[in-house]
């Protein structure tokens, strides 16, 4: 069990993880458990989620610290009745990631699936703290020109106006809507909270480009795809996103953890940014950390740097009392890290 800070609720406490199998509830399950705590994870299959149980959360599972529960239909106002049952946090972080270009299919799941946790939380006096992963993309896009400073009230109203318009909903709009869905989502925690007034802390974590080491090779790993195909030479990821800020999902989980546990911790948006870059820049990196590796590609033309902004004095104020690190994590860790886990080299 790791020491520190005096959490909100003791070690041995129950703590509801949406979305398990994904790769940074994992990682936040993982911190959860080797800081003593008992995890309840849920899942839409229990079948194809079965390797948590079997493998990286086995010996969790032997004892009764980690359990799976089954919600298959986020749609259901009642999706989440039974999984808050005698939990003293909850970690909302699963989110629809198919970047299906019609908002019907997207934007009323994910702001009901928010709505529907929060209402059942509310209904079990148990639950003490809410943390809700949202993402840079509910504040802002990453478009040429584009020098909006991220602050509490910002948001992206520019994928928003786009989910509204009407049809064709042609392929190019999928991540305008994803967009629009993580905005309206964490408006609606938001609202929830100064509407409802809850008798829980509520909290929100917004990641950018999150890579670092994928715990199984079952898993999903989102952006940290990005790694093992720049090492293969596959260039085709560069057309999602022109630039980014970089940021190890180690950090984005232990900024979980300070969201859930820490009592002074309240009402808080923090942003989960590490460090400003392009594809060149991970390119460098990959080509500096392994330099007989004649597969990595050279430089690409007319990169351009992110232009967006935030403040991270409170998140680097957090990983320092939860995890004693000065500050992010560098891009170059999280890539060797990343690799490291895959075994690729």
Known sequence: MTSGPTPAFPPGSWILVTGVTGHI???????????????RGTVRDLTCASWLIDDLFKSAAVTGNFKLTLVSDFGDPNAFKDAVKGVSAIAHIATPNNFDSDPSKVIPVTVGAATSILEAAVSEP?????????????????????????????WNNWAIEISNAPPPYEASRGSAVYSAAKA????????????????FAINVVSPFATIG??????????????IKELLQGDLSSTNIVPNFY???????????????????????????????????????????????????????????????????TECICLLKKWGDQDGFKT???????????????
């Open 246 to 312: 970089t940021v190890h999902v180690h950090d984005v989980a232990l900024l979980h953890i300070a969201a859930l546990l820490d009592p002074e911790v309240n009402g808080c948006r923090l942003q989960a940014w590490a460090e400003p870059a392009n594809w060149n820049d991970l390119l460098r990196t990959l080509r500096k950390l392994y330099p007989n590796n004649t597969s990595i590609a050279s430089d690409i033309p007319n990169e351009t740097n992110i232009e967006l902004t935030t403040d991270t």
């Open 184 to 199: 309206k989502a964490e408006k609606a925690v938001w609202n929830f909270l100064e509407e409802e007034k809850p008798p």
């Open 126 to 154: 148990s639950v003490k703290r809410f943390v809700y992963t949202s993402s840079v993309a509910a504040a802002a896009t990453q478009r040429p020109g584009n020098h909006t400073h991220v602050g509490r009230d910002t």
């Open 25 to 39: 509830a994992s990682h936040v399950t993982s911190q959860l458990l080797r800081r003593g705590y008992k995890v």
């Open 213 to 226: 080491p994928v715990l199984n090779p079952n898993q999903p790993g989102a952006t940290s795809l990005w």
């Open 331 to 345: 891009t170059e860790e999280a890539v060797q890290d990343t690799i490291a886990h895959w075994k690729l080299v």
